[in-house]
T-cell receptor, first 113, second 117 residues
Framework: KAGVTQTPRYLIKTRGQQVTLSCSPI?????VSWYQQTPGQGLQFLFE???????NKGNFPGRFSGRQFSNSRSEMNVSTLELGDSALYLC????????????FGPGTRLTVT | QKEVEQNSGPLSVPEGAIASLNCTYS??????FFWYRQYSGKSPELIMS????GDKEDGRFTAQLNKASQYVSLLIRDSQPSDSATYLC?????????????????FGQGTILTVHP
């Protein structure tokens, strides 16, 4: 069974630009969660989508948004990039019932200059 | 603010020894607990999940959960140099009344484990 895929794997953007990251979950998984990982803050939850609806959101500014499509693929968007947005962005997919295990994709490394 | 705390590292053990990793969590309503391994430059890889009090064994790995003490641990027996990585404790603490997960994991800061030959 194929794992979670994320594209692109690496991105370099300039402050003020916007970026869109893509995530394809494991087949059959309908929940997709997004996380930001930085050396200082560790892994932090951004938001979760299920059946094209955002069900849960972390403590991030409105510049961070996402969506989910009918095939469960998800995208996240960051507008007006800031230097502090440089991070590894990870998506994870899971079933919403037991065993609640989330499986991560390889991540997108975003560098903002 | 729900918190997950891991024992400060880094942790260094000799090859063949038992590595013990510890984690405490603040939310008594937490229902499921996970250990992830993350190699440098890679994404987290799920290695253990545990939901009930007691021990759960999988090969060289044993997870232990004590909900009364809000404590979860991971033991790695016969540690190998390939076990050298950052180990992340994660807690799933947001569920609907019907038991549906809202997909949020709260992570500890991680413990860096080094197994030296």
């Amino acid at each position: 069974k194929a794992g979670v895929t994320q594209t692109p794997r690496y991105l370099i953007k300039t402050r003020g630009q916007q970026v869109t990251l893509s995530c394809s979950p494991i087949s059959g998984h309908r929940s997709v969660s997004w996380y930001q990982q930085t050396p200082g803050q560790g892994l932090q939850f951004l938001f979760e989508y299920f059946s094209e609806t955002q069900r849960n959101k972390g403590n991030f500014p409105g510049r961070f948004s996402g969506r989910q499509f009918s095939n469960s693929r998800s995208e996240m968007n960051v507008s007006t990039l800031e230097l502090g947005d440089s991070a590894l962005y990870l998506c994870a997919s899971s079933f919403t019932g037991p065993p609640y295990e989330q499986y991560f994709g390889p991540g997108t490394r975003l560098t903002v200059t | 603010q729900k918190e997950v705390e891991q024992n400060s590292g880094p942790l260094s053990v000799p090859e063949g020894a038992i590595a013990s990793l510890n984690c405490t969590y603040s939310d008594r309503g937490s229902q499921s607990f996970f250990w992830y391994r993350q190699y440098s430059g890679k994404s987290p890889e799920l290695i253990m999940s545990i939901y009930s009090n007691g021990d759960k064994e999988d090969g060289r790995f044993t997870a232990q959960l004590n909900k009364a003490s809000q404590y979860v641990s991971l033991l790695i027996r016969d540690s190998q140099p390939s076990d050298s990585a950052t180990y992340l404790c994660a807690v799933n603490d947001e569920f609907s009344a019907g038991g549906t997960s809202y997909g949020k994991l709260t992570f500890g800061q991680g413990t860096i484990l080094t197994v030296h030959p």
